[in-house]
């Protein structure tokens, strides 16, 4: 896991997962950016790409998914990311480099 050899981070994002998986029940969860693949400062948030399948809006998502970690974010922000299957799809197929990114170095948490 190239997150961070922190304990109370990893135990952070094993509670935050936890949360995400038993409340959400997503597909799947990916973890980019400097806690995934780079170093991460203090400064640095907890990415996260979740793939759920689901008609809400993207908005709407974000907002259940936030209010999922109100309590479980107060040592690392969180910043989610919620995309349907087909909009990964869609992204992949529009040749969208984040999405791309997001899945060639993320590191799968979940699913």
Do not use: C, H, Q
């Not at 949360?19 to 400062?41: D, N």
């Not at 993207?58 to 349907?84: C, F, Q």
């Amino acid at each position: 896991m190239a997150m961070t050899g922190n304990p109370k981070v990893k135990k952070t994002i094993a509670e935050i997962l936890k949360a995400i998986v038993k409340r959400y029940k997503p597909k799947k969860i990916i973890l980019f950016g400097s806690y995934a693949y780079g170093e991460p400062t203090e400064d640095s948030d907890i990415d996260l790409l979740i793939i759920k399948n689901t008609n809400k809006r993207p908005i709407d998502r974000w907002v259940e998914v936030k209010g999922l970690l109100r309590d479980k974010s107060r040592m690392l922000a969180v910043s989610p990311l919620v995309y349907t299957e087909k909009e990964i799809e869609e992204r992949l197929a529009i040749g969208d480099f984040f999405v791309e990114e997001v899945l060639e170095k993320g590191e799968l948490l979940y699913g």
